[in-house]
C-alpha cells in the first residue's frame, strides 16, 4: 500500500505503521499548518514515501513532507502546540516523525548513523529533537523533557487557544499572502496530475487505466486517482487496486466498482443513475479513447463494530469497540458504552456523541443528534467518500458547559481615544454584538485593542471583516492571540519571545520564520509584517520572565525597542533582555554585541543555544527632539502653522549633513526599485555609487549649524558632517571615535550615559574611516545637546533620512537604560 522496503531479517522489527492504519493509531487529531508548495530537494513524502521531484507541501509546524495529491491522505497528527479547551495534562510524550533526516543523523539508542538520502528512514522527536531508529525509538522512555532548548521553549501545556473555526494559518499567525491558490483548487490539480504521475499511462496493450472516485464529492470536484490494471483483470483484482490508491486496507469482498459515463460526470445526478444497475455495454465505448471512470462503493451491511474514543475522560483505555444494528441510535450507543467504561452510574443526558473528522489541513467536530441512527450515518459518509471514513471517528464527549473565549487583536485604529470611542469605531465599521464581544485592553498609544469574543461564529466574522476594513483611510489588521497562563510555567523556563522582520535582509527572514516555528513553539513567533511588535509583547505581558529575539536590521531592532518603551510599564517583566539576528545592511548594533555582521546562514538552532548563552548587557537610548522654527514649506499667503515637534528615538547615531544625505539618496533608489535591494554586496555598492556622486561637493556644515554641549557652546571646525554616536560601529562597522587614548575624553562605553560627537570632512574622508585608515575628528562628549540649525539640512537616525527644516534639535538621555545580550565569547561546546 505504502512502498514500505525492508530486509527480510528485520521485520521482525517493524514498528512504523502504514499510511492505510496511521490514522486510527493517532492519540489526539491535530491538523496540518501548509504553506504554499514548495519545491523540496532530497525529501520524502511520509505518506507514499516516495521522493519529492514536483511541487509539493510541508508543514508550517512540524516536519511533515508530503506530495500534492497524498495530502489528502496524510493524517491529522502534527505537534499540540495549546491546550484546545480539553487537555489538561502536563507531562509531554515525545511527538515522533519518520525520516527527511539528515545523512549523518546518530541514534541517540545504539549511536550508529539512522538517515539516509536514499530512502525514508529514522525518527525525531519535533519537540526536543533527539533521533533514532524505527526499531530502536520503542526503548526510549516516553517523557520528553523539551531538550536543550526548554527553558527557551513556551510549554504547550501553558497555552490555551480556542481555535475551532480558525485555521492553523490564522491560530499561528502565518501570512497568507503566500497562500495565493485557494485550497480547493490546488486539491483538484494536485490529485489528478500527481495521480497520472504515479501511474504513467501504460502503451502496453496489455494494461488499461482507469479513473476511480471515492465517492460523491471526488465526482463533484473531478478528483479522481489512476490505477492501471491487465485487460483481463478479474472484477476482485480492480477493487483491491482501487482500494490501495486510496489507502483502504479493509476486504475488497465489502466493496463494489460502479461505472458511469462522461456524460453522466458532469451532472449532479450522477449517482442516482447509477444506482439503477450497471450498464455493462457503455463501458466498450471506452475502451479505444480515454480511460474508464468507475466509483468504489461500500456494500450495505446489517451490522458493523465501531470504536467509541472516551474523549478526555479520565480513564486508561484508548477506545472501546461495540457492535451497532440497524436500529442503533446515538443514545443507544452511549448507553451501552459508559457501562465499559466504569460510568454507568451517570445520566445519559450529560453525555454527547461526537464525529470527528480528522482532515489533514482541518479537525472537523459535529455533535450527533441523540435519535440519529448510526448505521445510516456510516453509510452517508461512505458514500460521500469511503476514503473519510477511514479518517472520521467518535468520541464520548461529556457536556461540560466549556467557557469559549477568543482574543482577537485589532490594530491600525486612530491613536489616543477612549475605550467608549473604539467600541463606537467597532461598531459602526464592524457592526460588533456587544452582547458576546467586549474590549479587554487598550493600546491608546498605538491605537490597537484586544477583543474578547464569547462566540467562535462571530470571532470568525469579525476576522474575516477586519481583512477589508479601513478607518481614515488606514487599512485595520487583526490578528489572533492564544492566552498564556502564567502560573502554569515552570520555574526556570525564560521563553524566548522571537520578532522576525521577513522583508530585512535579503528576504532570509521567510526561511527563519519556518525554522524557529519548528525549534520552538510557534506561539512564540511572530511576523512584523503582521500588526508589529505588540501582538507579540501583549501575549507576553503577565509572563513573569522572557527574553527577546530580534531578527532584522538596525531599523526593526528599534522599532521593537520603541515599542517596548511604550508598553513596558503593562509587562509584568518589565525589562526583558533583547538579543538580535542581524538581517540588514548595516547591523552596527549587531556587530557591537557579537552577533556578527549579517546572518549568512548559520544554524537557527546554535543560534538560540547562544542566545540562551549570553550575557546581560546595559545600553543607553537616547530621545531627539525636533523642533521647526519655521512654517513648512508652501504653505498659502506665507502664514502656516510651524511643523509640531516630532521626537524620535535613537539607539545607534544621528548623523546631521553629507553622511545624512547618502543615506536619504539611498533611501530614494531603494523605494524606486525594491526588487533590486534584495543582497548586502547590491546595497553597498548603490551607498558607494551615491557617494562618488558627491565627492566634488563642498559644504559648510560648521555655519549652517550650531552645538551646544552640556550648556556650553562648542566651536565646530571645518566639517561637512557632524555625527553623535552612541555604539562603537558606525556605517557597517566603522570605528569613527578611533581607539588611540585622549585625556580630554573618557573612553565610550556604550551605557555611560553619554555621546560622542565627532565631525568628517566629507565623501573622502568617510571612505577613509569605512576603510579603516582613518577617524573621525573627536569634537565633544556629553549628556545633553542642543543643535541649532540655520538652514533646511539632512538628518538622519539609525538609519532613516529626511530633510529637517530650520530650528532646534535638542538630544537627551531616554528613560531607562535598555538590557542587552551581547554573544558570549567562549566557544560552545559541542
Same mark, same amino acid.
Given at each position: ?29 491535530? /491538523? @496540518? ?53 480539553? +487537555? ?54 516516553? *517523557? ?23 485555521? #492553523?494559518?490564522?491560530?499561528?499567525? =502565518? ?8 485550497? *480547493?483548487?490546488? $486539491? ?27 465517492? %460523491? ?81 461500500? #456494500? ?33 450507543? =452511549?448507553? !451501552? ?23 489533514? #489541513? ?8 441523540? +435519535? ?26 461529556? %457536556?461540560?458547559?466549556? =467557557?469559549?473565549?477568543?482574543?482577537? &487583536? ?10 467608549? *470611542?473604539?467600541?463606537? =469605531? ?14 479587554? @485592553?487598550?493600546?491608546?498609544? +498605538? ?10 461564529? !462571530? ?31 515552570? +520555574? ?33 513567533? &511572530? ?18 520572565? &522572557? ?64 542566545? $540562551? ?16 522654527? *519655521? ?27 553629507? $553622511? ?8 530614494? /533608489? ?33 555655519? $549652517? ?20 554616536? %552612541? ?18 575624553? !573618557? ?84
Amino acid at each position: 500500500v505504502c512502498n514500505f522496503m525492508s530486509h527480510e531479517k528485520c521485520l521482525k522489527n517493524v514498528k512504523i505503521p502504514c499510511s492505510c492504519i496511521a490514522p486510527s493509531l493517532v492519540r489526539v487529531p491535530v /491538523a @496540518h499548518c501548509f504553506g504554499p508548495p514548495g519545491h523540496y530537494k532530497r525529501k520524502f513524502c511520509t505518506v507514499c514515501r516516495k521522493s519529492l521531484e514536483s511541487p509539493a507541501f510541508r508543514c508550517e509546524v512540524c516536519e511533515l513532507h508530503v506530495h500534492t495529491d497524498c495530502i489528502l491522505f496524510a493524517c491529522s497528527d502534527c505537534r499540540q502546540c495549546h491546550q484546545d479547551g480539553h +487537555q489538561d495534562h502536563d507531562t509531554y510524550h515525545h511527538h515522533w516523525r519518520e525520516g527527511n533526516l539528515s545523512s549523518g543523523a546518530r541514534c541517540e539508542v545504539c549511536k550508529k548513523t539512522c538517515g539516509s538520502s536514499e530512502v525514508l528512514s529514522g525518527m525525531r522527536c519535533e519537540w526536543c529533537g533527539i533521533l533514532a531508529h524505527a526499531a530502536c525509538y520503542i526503548i526510549v522512555t516516553p *517523557e520528553c523533557t523539551f531538550g536543550r532548548l526548554r527553558n527557551m521553549i513556551l510549554p504547550p501545556s501553558c497555552v490555551q487557544l480556542f481555535s475551532r473555526n480558525f485555521s #492553523k494559518l490564522h491560530c499561528f499567525r =502565518i501570512s497568507e499572502n503566500l497562500q495565493t491558490e485557494s485550497d *480547493e483548487d490546488d $486539491d483538484v490539480d494536485g490529485s489528478t496530475q500527481g495521480s497520472a504521475k504515479d501511474v504513467q499511462i501504460s502503451t502496453d496493450s496489455s494494461k488499461q487505466t482507469l479513473k476511480i472516485f471515492d465517492g %460523491n464529492d471526488a465526482v463533484k470536484r473531478n478528483q479522481f486517482r489512476l490505477i492501471s490494471v491487465p485487460r483481463i483483470a478479474k472484477n476482485e483484482e480492480v477493487v483491491e487496486a482501487a482500494l490501495r490508491a486510496y489507502y483502504i486496507n479493509d476486504d475488497q469482498q465489502e466493496y463494489e466498482l460502479q461505472t458511469f459515463t462522461q456524460q453522466a460526470l458532469l451532472s449532479d445526478d450522477v449517482i442516482n443513475r447509477n444506482d439503477a444497475g450497471e450498464d455493462s455495454n457503455l463501458g466498450s465505448v471506452f475502451r479505444e479513447s480515454i480511460p474508464e471512470a468507475w466509483i468504489i462503493r461500500a #456494500k450495505p451491511k446489517d451490522e458493523e463494530v465501531i470504536r467509541i474514543y472516551p474523549a478526555w475522560l479520565k480513564v486508561g483505555m484508548a477506545y472501546v469497540s461495540i457492535r451497532v444494528n440497524k436500529d442503533s441510535t446515538t443514545q443507544s450507543v =452511549i448507553k !451501552e458504552v459508559l457501562p465499559l467504561l466504569g460510568r454507568q452510574a451517570e445520566c445519559l443526558q450529560n453525555f454527547k456523541l461526537v464525529e470527528v473528522l480528522m482532515g489533514s #489541513k482541518q479537525v472537523q467536530r459535529m455533535v450527533l443528534d441523540n +435519535q440519529e441512527l448510526i448505521l445510516n450515518r456510516l453509510k452517508d459518509i461512505r458514500k460521500t467518500s469511503i476514503r473519510q471514513m477511514n479518517q472520521t471517528r467518535f468520541y464520548i464527549v461529556e %457536556n461540560s458547559k466549556t =467557557i469559549v473565549q477568543v482574543n482577537l &487583536f485589532v490594530g491600525g485604529l486612530p491613536p489616543q481615544l477612549s475605550p467608549e *470611542e473604539y467600541t463606537n =469605531i467597532l461598531k459602526d465599521e464592524l457592526a460588533i454584538k456587544t452582547n458576546v464581544v467586549s474590549v479587554s @485592553h487598550v493600546y491608546q498609544a +498605538q491605537g490597537a485593542v484586544v477583543l474578547e469574543i464569547s462566540c467562535f461564529s !462571530e470571532a470568525e466574522r469579525i476576522y474575516m471583516l477586519v481583512k477589508d476594513t479601513t478607518v481614515n483611510d488606514k487599512p485595520l489588521n487583526a490578528v489572533v492571540i492564544p492566552e498564556v497562563m502564567a502560573s502554569k510555567i515552570p +520555574q526556570n523556563c525564560c521563553p524566548l519571545l522571537v520578532f522576525v522582520n521577513p522583508k530585512s535582509g535579503g528576504l532570509k527572514g521567510r526561511d527563519l520564520l519556518y525554522s524557529f516555528r519548528k525549534l520552538l513553539n510557534p506561539h512564540q513567533v &511572530f511576523e512584523l509584517t503582521n500588526g508589529g511588535p505588540l501582538p507579540g509583547f501583549h501575549t507576553f505581558s503577565k509572563v513573569p520572565s &522572557f527574553r527577546v529575539l530580534v531578527c532584522g536590521g538596525d531599523g526593526t531592532v528599534g522599532w521593537v525597542l520603541g515599542a517596548l518603551e511604550e508598553i513596558r510599564h503593562k509587562l509584568v517583566c518589565s525589562e526583558p533582555s533583547v538579543a538580535i539576528l542581524p538581517l540588514g545592511t548595516g547591523n552596527d548594533l549587531g556587530r557591537v554585541l557579537r552577533w556578527g555582521a549579517g546572518y549568512s546562514g548559520e544554524d537557527p538552532y546554535s543560534i538560540l543555544v547562544s542566545v $540562551d548563552e549570553a550575557d546581560d548587557v546595559l545600553m543607553d537610548r537616547w530621545t531627539i527632539l525636533l523642533d521647526a522654527e *519655521e512654517p513648512a514649506e508652501g504653505a498659502e499667503n506665507g502664514v502656516a502653522e510651524p511643523e509640531p515637534p516630532k521626537i524620535v528615538q535613537m539607539n545607534n547615531y544621528c548623523g546631521l549633513g553629507i $553622511d545624512a544625505e547618502l543615506s536619504l539618496d539611498f533611501h530614494h /533608489a531603494r523605494e524606486e526599485e525594491p526588487g533590486k535591494f534584495n543582497s548586502r554586496f547590491h546595497n553597498k555598492g548603490v551607498y558607494v555609487k551615491v557617494g562618488l556622486q558627491k565627492i566634488s561637493h563642498t559644504r559648510n556644515l560648521h555655519r $549652517d549649524i550650531k552645538l551646544q554641549v552640556d550648556q556650553h557652546e562648542v566651536e565646530l571646525p571645518s566639517i561637512e558632517g557632524l555625527i553623535f554616536i %552612541n555604539i562603537p560601529s558606525w556605517g557597517s562597522g566603522a570605528d569613527l571615535w578611533g581607539s588611540e587614548s585622549d585625556n580630554r575624553f !573618557e573612553k565610550p562605553r556604550i551605557d555611560d550615559g553619554l555621546l560622542e560627537v565627532v565631525g568628517v570632512t566629507g565623501v573622502v574622508h568617510m571612505g577613509q574611516v569605512q576603510g579603516g585608515f582613518r577617524s573621525g575628528i573627536r569634537i565633544a562628549q556629553g549628556s545633553y545637546f542642543r543643535v541649532t540649525l540655520l538652514k533646511p539640512i539632512p538628518v538622519q537616525v539609525d538609519g532613516e533620512p529626511w530633510i529637517q527644516a530650520p530650528g532646534q534639535i535638542i538630544i537627551s538621555a531616554a528613560g531607562p537604560k535598555v538590557h542587552m545580550l551581547k554573544k558570549s565569547k567562549q566557544k560552545q561546546k559541542k
